[in-house]
């Protein structure tokens, strides 16, 4: 049971809009706290795709883009690619815990 | 180019110990926080450890505290865990981490480079 909630899974066509929800609660994500995004193709190292709730690292498509309200944050990512099929954690702190440090369960992207 | 490259997993009994190692390089190791974090086959992404750039600030998840130890030679630009006590849910791929920025806080910070990371296998 993670303490941010991530779908399991999204699906979506080539070209189309998706976006993948990050649910947390007064004590992380609805506290001062910020979420990062990350990408994993099966097989390899985890890649940071957003810090700072909607920063993109030098070399993250555009297509990528991240935001923060509240307790929620969401993962946009649009003109999806066959290449973005992957898994994709969002991350961020927790100060109700002693594990500081929350990630999500993760959410499986499947491009149709 | 940074580059994190752990070493030292393996499989081991439960109950033993291992001692993993990551060797940083491509960028001023001192300056920057180090975390390690793991995934068990088929599971998501779990935090394991953190310290800071002088070795002041050691943070572990409950999981593993009391177990492990996390510490870092700047003079040798290395990351070590040392883990005790192993149990077959340690069973996980463990990456070397670093911080993404060098002056934010672990609070304010993220994790912007990831090593390839060790299997660790703990099983009878």
């Known amino acids: 049971q993670s303490v941010l909630t991530q779908p399991p899974s999204v699906s979506g066509a080539p070209g189309q809009r998706i976006t993948i929800s990050c649910t947390g609660s007064?004590?992380?994500?609805?506290?001062?706290?910020?979420v990062h995004w990350y990408q994993q193709v099966p097989g390899t190292a985890p890649k940071l795709l957003i810090s700072?709730?909607?920063h993109r690292p030098s070399g993250v498509p555009d297509r990528f883009s991240g935001s923060k309200s509240g307790t929620s944050a969401t993962l946009a990512i649009t003109g999806l690619q066959a290449e973005d099929e992957a898994y994709y954690y969002c991350?961020?702190?927790?100060?109700?815990?002693?594990?500081?440090?929350?990630f999500g369960g993760g959410t499986k992207l499947t491009v149709l | 180019e940074v580059q994190l490259l752990e070493s030292g997993g393996g499989l081991v009994n439960p109950g033993g110990s291992l001692r993993l190692s990551c060797a940083a390089s491509?960028?001023?190791?001192?300056?920057?926080?180090v975390n390690w974090v793991r995934q068990a086959p088929g599971k998501g992404l779990e935090w394991v450890s953190s310290?800071?750039?002088?070795?002041?600030?050691?943070l572990y998840a409950d999981s593993v505290k009391g177990r492990f130890t996390i510490s870092r030679d700047n003079a040798k630009n290395s990351l070590y865990l040392q883990m005790d006590s192993l149990r077959v849910e340690d069973t996980a791929v463990y990456y070397c981490?670093?911080?993404?920025?060098?002056?934010?806080?672990?609070?304010?910070?993220?994790?912007?480079?990831w090593g390839q990371g060790t299997l660790v296998t703990v099983s009878s």
């Open positions: 981490v670093r911080h993404g920025s060098p002056t934010a806080g672990f609070y304010d910070n993220w994790f912007d480079s």
């Open positions: 491509g960028f001023t190791f001192s300056s920057y926080s």
């Open positions: 310290i800071s750039t002088g070795s002041s600030y050691r």
């Open positions: 007064s004590s992380n994500i609805g506290a001062v706290f910020d």
């Open positions: 700072n709730n909607s």
């Open positions: 991350q961020s702190y927790d100060n109700s815990l002693s594990n500081f440090v929350v």
